[in-house]
């Protein structure tokens, strides 16, 4: 079916676009995970699998992209030219659709085999403004076999075989010659394109050209996709599955981006970690592996107004060029939609990036990213280090970084393979499984030691060596081996090491008990040494043991951790495992190894005033706490003692006579205040908050009254009276003599007059 049938949805144009875009941002990476010049560094700075990359970008072109996809494919092809890349990278592009007429060609090239230094940006960001979208009369196929022909011959010709050569065919259709002539009459097209796509990718697996495919959109057959991706070389930067070219597919723009980058990471053995992606102002965190000796953190802008700062787990605001401590920085592409900040040897941990924009810049999210390579080390042992023939022994291989610490993330080695053997004098080898799931022999899943068991066999006589070596995506292998010595019988001095009892901080000392058995009659010296970790992290002490004739006894071994300036800053991110190997040798017999065990040492920062005295703190607050509430309980009983609410007035006549009763309610500052209405003529009490008298209770009983303003104050008894003018006085009903008030709804007067306050 032709593709200009196939297509039209909008949605295929803007996943065409996003395609390229981080196509390009990958592209860029690529050559930017080439190691920096820069001074000569010990083996921490190690550099990645290869050095530079060969790569091709087909694109399909067909009449379906709108013009807003060719200026996409223009940007992205143009910010390849913006980074600072490795001067060995090269890079071509070109677009393909098909010839449907004799006067039409299937390839549009658009950039040549272009050399990645500044003058090759440069010219890639010029030559991609060739690219155009087919018209419906310029061939709207999709010829596949033509556009791996171009990509074969791009990087196969007058190119160094050993630099990995690499073909990323984008497509948003299937494989349709039916319009060209050039595959014969129309009945048989169909089926000629097919033969010849067959040949075509034999060429490409012959001349070491990885394909892989990413369709977008609901068109891609993925069937045919897979078939050429399997097509092309197989053989990846690394012998795992996950180094094989693979086809993918996404169904829309969403998508595109970080499938784009897994396939990236895959195809040049880079690791990749996703991180967030939001609207500017805002801080995107990223995290980079223990294990990265070079990475690349990706920030997709949106747009180039955009700015973009990088802070490292150690609170440092980073340059964006040249060497900051230990660690060497590049950045490429800061004045385009995307950017990368290479770094060489980075700090391990969580980065910060800022991005921020200014006003009317801020409505596309900016996403953060990272590929990186890296490092891994391990080391193994064999338990016992001195088996006797037929004796079953355990091999344990641990991984840590390059610095001596343990891995704590198990996402960082994902995808190892871990491959060993023991070999010896008198058996052939005998290869060896070594898991880390928890099972048989291993004691705990998936915290970076894989184990397995071995018999050696009854014919073993003499030396004995067991190897491992670990092989993973975007890290370089690492070999390690250990030799031993068949026991010809019992030994005369038997060991075991327990295991390390708690925690550390920096300077400080945990120890292990080291149980002894010596059956013969002569003292043995016992050598004490500790390999596979950084100098300065950790010691072992005593150096000698010398253990008596016939004795079985038990020595404290004492392992002394480095001081904080040791771990560069590294424990503040929190706890720190410390890997380390542990070997015992009988110095009289021969030097014959006896314990040879991984250890593992927990290494927490120094605990501060508060972590330390924390308990004072505690009993200080909760004598406050307590001092408070009784403060406030002793201020409630104090103001419920004097709340007016609830006393019972009577109005007296100068005889003595009850004029009226009025129930005080809730006062002002507990005084209740009122007045005397018609004092002539019908007297009563009213509430009034400026009254010439106010109440309150007594804590000691009955009443105080306030009068003339405050000035006079006058004690109320439960069975006396004060006088108000000339003829009329106060007095207290039975009802009102208790220590405090109830809890009841405001008392209404009972009786004399009106009285308008409830």
Same mark, same amino acid.
């Given at each position: 079916?032709?593709?200009?049938?196939?297509?039209?949805?909008?949605?295929?144009?803007?996943?065409?676009?996003?395609?390229?875009?981080?196509?390009?941002?990958?592209?860029?990476?690529?050559?930017?995970?080439?190691?920096?010049?820069?001074?000569?560094?010990?083996?921490?700075?190690?550099?990645?699998?290869?050095?530079?990359?060969?790569?091709?970008?087909?694109?399909?072109?067909?009449?379906?992209?709108?013009?807003?996809?060719?200026?996409?494919?223009?940007?992205?092809?143009?910010?390849?030219?913006?980074?600072?890349?490795?001067?060995?990278?090269?890079?071509?592009?070109?677009?393909?659709?098909?010839?449907?007429?004799?006067?039409?060609?299937?390839?549009?090239?658009?950039?040549?085999?272009?050399?990645?230094?500044?003058?090759?940006?440069?010219?890639?960001?010029?030559?991609?403004?060739?690219?155009?979208?087919?018209?419906?009369?310029?061939?709207?196929?999709?010829?596949?076999?033509?556009?791996?022909?171009?990509?074969?011959?791009?990087?196969?010709?007058?190119?160094?075989?050993?630099?990995?050569?690499?073909?990323?065919?984008?497509?948003?259709?299937?494989?349709?010659?039916?319009?060209?002539?050039?595959?014969?009459?129309?009945?048989?097209?169909?089926?000629?394109?097919?033969?010849?796509?067959?040949?075509?990718?034999?060429?490409?697996?012959?001349?070491?050209?990885?394909?892989?495919?990413?369709?977008?959109?609901?068109?891609?057959?993925?069937?045919?996709?897979?078939?050429?991706?399997?097509?092309?070389?197989?053989?990846?930067?690394?012998?795992?599955?996950?180094?094989?070219?693979?086809?993918?597919?996404?169904?829309?723009?969403?998508?595109?981006?970080?499938?784009?980058?897994?396939?990236?990471?895959?195809?040049?053995?880079?690791?990749?970690?996703?991180?967030?992606?939001?609207?500017?102002?805002?801080?995107?965190?990223?995290?980079?592996?223990?294990?990265?000796?070079?990475?690349?953190?990706?920030?997709?802008?949106?747009?180039?107004?955009?700015?973009?700062?990088?802070?490292?787990?150690?609170?440092?605001?980073?340059?964006?060029?040249?060497?900051?401590?230990?660690?060497?920085?590049?950045?490429?592409?800061?004045?385009?939609?995307?950017?990368?900040?290479?770094?060489?040897?980075?700090?391990?941990?969580?980065?910060?990036?800022?991005?921020?924009?200014?006003?009317?810049?801020?409505?596309?999210?900016?996403?953060?990213?990272?590929?990186?390579?890296?490092?891994?080390?391990?080391?193994?042992?064999?338990?016992?280090?001195?088996?006797?023939?037929?004796?079953?022994?355990?091999?344990?291989?641990?991984?840590?970084?390059?610095?001596?610490?343990?891995?704590?993330?198990?996402?960082?080695?994902?995808?190892?393979?871990?491959?060993?053997?023991?070999?010896?004098?008198?058996?052939?080898?005998?290869?060896?499984?070594?898991?880390?799931?928890?099972?048989?022999?291993? &004691?705990? +899943?998936? @915290? #970076?030691?894989?184990? !397995? $068991? /071995? *018999?050696?066999?009854? =014919?073993?006589?003499?030396?004995?060596?067991?190897?491992?070596?670990?092989?993973?995506?975007?890290?370089?292998?690492?070999?390690?081996?250990?030799?031993?010595?068949?026991?010809?019988?019992?030994?005369?001095?038997?060991?075991?090491?327990? &295991?390390? +009892?708690? @925690? #550390?901080?920096?300077? !400080? $000392? /945990? *120890?292990?008990?080291? =149980?002894?058995?010596?059956?013969?009659?002569?003292?043995?010296?016992?050598?004490?040494?500790?390999?596979?970790?950084?100098?300065?992290?950790?010691?072992?002490?005593?150096?000698?043991?010398?253990?008596?004739?016939?004795?079985?006894?038990?020595?404290?071994?004492?392992?002394?951790?480095?001081?904080?300036?040791?771990?560069?800053?590294?424990?503040?991110?929190?706890?720190?495992?410390?890997?380390?190997?542990?070997?015992?040798?009988?110095?009289?017999?021969?030097?014959?190894?006896?314990?040879?065990?991984?250890?593992?040492?927990?290494?927490?920062?120094?605990?501060?005033?508060?972590?330390?005295?924390?308990?004072?703190?505690?009993?200080?607050?909760?004598?406050?706490?307590?001092?408070?509430?009784?403060?406030?309980?002793?201020?409630?009983?104090?103001?419920?003692?004097?709340?007016?609410?609830?006393?019972?007035?009577?109005?007296?006549?100068?005889?003595?006579?009850?004029?009226?009763?009025?129930?005080?309610?809730?006062?002002?500052?507990?005084?209740?205040?009122?007045?005397?209405?018609?004092?002539?003529?019908?007297?009563?009490?009213?509430?009034?908050?400026?009254?010439?008298?106010?109440?309150?209770?007594?804590?000691?009983?009955?009443?105080?009254?306030?009068?003339?303003?405050?000035?006079?104050?006058?004690?109320?008894?439960?069975?006396?009276?004060?006088?108000?003018?000339?003829?009329?006085?106060?007095?207290?009903?039975?009802?009102?003599?208790?220590?405090?008030?109830?809890?009841?709804?405001?008392?209404?007067?009972?009786?004399?007059?009106?009285?308008?306050?409830?």
């Amino acid at each position: 079916m032709r593709n200009d049938r196939r297509r039209g949805p909008a949605g295929r144009g803007r996943a065409g676009r996003a395609a390229l875009a981080v196509l390009a941002g990958a592209a860029l990476l690529t050559s930017l995970t080439a190691p920096a010049a820069a001074d000569p560094e010990p083996a921490a700075a190690a550099a990645p699998a290869f050095a530079s990359v060969n790569y091709a970008v087909a694109v399909d072109q067909s009449a379906s992209l709108a013009p807003a996809d060719i200026k996409a494919e223009k940007a992205a092809a143009a910010r390849i030219a913006l980074g600072d890349v490795s001067a060995t990278s090269h890079i071509s592009v070109f677009g393909f659709a098909a010839a449907e007429s004799a006067d039409q060609r299937a390839v549009d090239p658009v950039c040549p085999r272009t050399r990645l230094d500044a003058a090759g940006r440069e010219s890639v960001g010029g030559c991609v403004e060739k690219l155009r979208s087919r018209e419906k009369d310029e061939g709207t196929g999709t010829d596949f076999p033509s556009a791996i022909r171009q990509g074969v011959h791009e990087l196969s010709s007058g190119t160094d075989p050993s630099v990995p050569r690499v073909l990323f065919l984008l497509t948003d259709g299937e494989m349709d010659v039916t319009g060209s002539p050039q595959y014969g009459d129309p009945a048989h097209r169909e089926a000629e394109g097919k033969r010849q796509l067959e040949l075509e990718l034999k060429n490409a697996a012959a001349k070491n050209v990885q394909i892989w495919p990413l369709g977008f959109g609901p068109d891609p057959d993925k069937e045919q996709l897979d078939r050429i991706a399997a097509g092309g070389f197989q053989k990846g930067c690394v012998d795992l599955p996950s180094a094989r070219p693979t086809a993918r597919k996404v169904s829309g723009a969403k998508d595109v981006g970080p499938v784009l980058e897994k396939i990236f990471a895959a195809a040049h053995c880079l690791r990749y970690e996703a991180g967030p992606s939001k609207r500017p102002p805002a801080t995107l965190p990223i995290t980079i592996s223990p294990l990265a000796t070079v990475g690349s953190i990706v920030v997709d802008k949106g747009t180039p107004e955009v700015t973009v700062t990088y802070t490292d787990p150690l609170g440092n605001k980073v340059p964006t060029t040249g060497k900051f401590k230990d660690s060497t920085f590049e950045l490429a592409g800061g004045g385009g939609t995307v950017e990368a900040l290479k770094i060489v040897d980075p700090v391990p941990g969580r980065w910060k990036v800022d991005v921020k924009a200014p006003e009317g810049h801020r409505s596309l999210p900016v996403g953060v990213s990272v590929l990186w390579q890296g490092e891994l080390r391990g080391s193994i042992t064999m338990d016992p280090p001195s088996p006797q023939a037929g004796q079953k022994a355990t091999v344990t291989m641990r991984l840590q970084t390059r610095e001596g610490y343990e891995i704590k993330d198990p996402a960082d080695y994902a995808g190892l393979k871990v491959s060993s053997s023991l070999t010896g004098d008198g058996f052939a080898p005998l290869p060896l499984r070594l898991t880390d799931d928890g099972k048989g022999a291993d &004691p705990t +899943r998936s @915290d #970076g030691s894989f184990s !397995g $068991t /071995v *018999t050696v066999p009854k =014919s073993a006589d003499g030396a004995l060596k067991v190897s491992g070596t670990l092989t993973a995506s975007g890290l370089s292998a690492d070999t390690r081996s250990e030799g031993g010595q068949v026991a010809p019988g019992a030994l005369p001095v038997t060991t075991a090491l327990g &295991p390390v +009892r708690g @925690d #550390g901080h920096p300077g !400080g $000392t /945990v *120890t292990a008990n080291l =149980s002894v058995t010596n059956t013969t009659d002569a003292p043995h010296t016992l050598k004490l040494s500790l390999a596979d970790v950084r100098a300065g992290l950790l010691t072992v002490s005593p150096a000698e043991i010398v253990v008596k004739p016939g004795a079985s006894s038990t020595h404290e071994i004492k392992l002394r951790i480095g001081p904080e300036e040791s771990f560069d800053g590294r424990l503040d991110d929190g706890a720190l495992g410390i890997g380390g190997t542990v070997t015992v040798q009988d110095a009289t017999d021969g030097d014959r190894t006896l314990v040879r065990t991984p250890l593992s040492v927990q290494v927490t920062p120094e605990p501060g005033l508060l972590d330390r005295y924390w308990w004072v703190l505690v009993g200080a607050v909760a004598l406050i706490v307590v001092g408070v509430l009784v403060a406030l309980a002793w201020l409630r009983q104090r103001r419920a003692r004097r709340d007016p609410r609830g006393l019972t007035l009577h109005l007296l006549s100068e005889d003595g006579d009850v004029l009226g009763v009025h129930t005080a309610g809730p006062g002002h500052k507990q005084w209740y205040a009122f007045d005397i209405a018609e004092a002539h003529s019908n007297p009563r009490i009213e509430r009034r908050t400026s009254g010439r008298y106010a109440v309150q209770r007594s804590p000691e009983g009955g009443a105080v009254l306030r009068k003339n303003g405050g000035r006079t104050r006058e004690r109320l008894t439960a069975t006396g009276r004060v006088g108000l003018t000339d003829r009329l006085s106060l007095a207290l009903g039975e009802d009102s003599v208790r220590a405090t008030a109830p809890d009841r709804p405001d008392p209404v007067t009972t009786t004399g007059g009106s009285d308008d306050y409830l």
